[in-house]
């Protein structure tokens, strides 16, 4: 079993910046972030395998927000610009060992606590 430990999320002004990091308990292949807003259902944010080689991200943060991670941390990062109100949610770090991973929940087998990203305007 995996242990995914988030932290970073605060209250910001519209415009402003965040990063998210997380540490898992073990080397998990996939890592990556989800998130819900109130009301809403959880939406896939962005995923990254191990060594770079398959990256994924929601069309709405492109160009906004940046995954990476930290191999030998076994830490996962999300760098959060330009941040919208709509960006507020509490945001999950996900991880898999499923290669061939889609951006359904289903797919993510370990999730951290979530961590609440609230962005004024």
């Known amino acids: 079993q995996v242990q995914l430990v988030e932290s970073g999320g605060e209250s910001v002004q519209a415009g402003g910046s965040l990063r998210l990091s997380c540490v898992a308990s073990?080397?998990?292949?996939?890592m990556g972030w989800f998130r819900q807003a109130p009301g809403k259902e959880r939406e896939f944010v962005a995923a990254?395998?191990?060594?770079?080689?398959?990256?994924r991200e929601l069309d709405s943060v492109k160009g906004r927000f940046t995954i990476s991670r930290d191999d030998a941390k076994n830490t996962v990062y999300l760098q959060m610009n330009t941040l919208k109100p709509e960006d507020t949610a509490v945001y999950y770090c996900?991880?898999?060992?499923?290669?061939?991973?889609?951006?359904?929940?289903?797919?993510?087998?370990?999730w951290g606590q979530g961590t609440q990203v609230t962005v004024s305007s």
């Open positions: 073990g080397f998990v292949y996939v």
């Open positions: 990254l395998s191990a060594g770079d080689n398959d990256l």
């Open positions: 996900v991880a898999t060992t499923i290669v061939f991973f889609t951006t359904s929940p289903s797919d993510w087998y370990y």
